[in-house]
Structure formats: C-alpha cells, structure tokens
C-alpha cells in the first residue's frame, strides 16, 4: 500500500488516495462526499476508522517493503479507536506510524486530523498479525 502499490478496494470505494509520502511513510486523505457522511454535514465514524486503517496499513506496507518483507500478508488482530470531535465537511488527512514490527506481530498507531494537524479528530492503535506468503 505504498505509493507503488494501488490502496484496496474498500479505499477507493470511501474516495481514499495518497495524497503525499513524509519520510517513507504514506499520508492518506479522503475528500468530504456523501460517501463518507454521516450525519448531516459531519463525516461517519466508520469512514473515520476506514481511513486510519488504511493509512497503518499503508505505513506498515511500507516498512515491511524497506526490510524486504514486501509480500508478508497481514491479518489486523485488534483495533481501537478514540474519537476526538467530529469531522466536517472538508478534506481529512490520516498518517500511520509503526511502532514495532517484529516477525510476527506488529503495533501501529493513526491518526485523522482536517485542516489543523495538532488538533486530530480520531486516534487508532492497530494490532496486525504478520503471515508470510507462501
């Protein structure tokens, strides 16, 4: 799920692209459409999830490519959101960071912000399980 590899179905689904790459590490965004809303003019908590996902995913994908380990299929185990406040009607950006990728488990955490980085709207720690293709 790098910017070498096309993001899943689900993501295009939702409108999902990589918007920009920050030191190997892919950030995603998605644009406020009927799609992705939930309430009026508030984006769905699960369109929020489905983004964060996504953008660990896509971290994870690209850590596992620099170590050479591009092909490792991953199965999520845990996840767990903390929503912040709610998403507008605007552009909303997601970024994961790998904490730990050992041989067969691996920890990332995400987050969602829209037009103030510092200020996130949802929060994700996601535990994968690492399965070597055969």
Do not use: C
């Amino acid at each position: 799920m790098s910017a070498q590899q096309p993001l899943p179905p689900y993501a295009e689904a939702l409108g999902i692209v990589i918007d920009h790459d920050e030191a190997g590490e892919p950030v995603l965004r998605v644009e406020f459409s009927p799609r992705v809303q939930g309430r009026p003019g508030f984006l769905h908590g699960g369109a929020m999830s489905g983004l964060m996902e996504m953008a660990a995913f896509a971290a994870l994908r690209a850590e596992l490519a620099a170590r050479g380990e591009a092909s490792m299929q991953l199965k999520p185990v845990n996840i767990q959101v903390e929503f912040m406040r709610g998403g507008t009607e605007q552009v909303t950006y997601a970024k994961g960071t790998v904490t730990r990728a050992g041989r067969r488990v691996a920890l990332v955490n995400a987050e969602a912000w829209q037009d103030d980085r510092t200020k996130p709207i949802a929060l994700a720690q996601i535990k994968v399980l690492l399965i070597p293709a055969e």
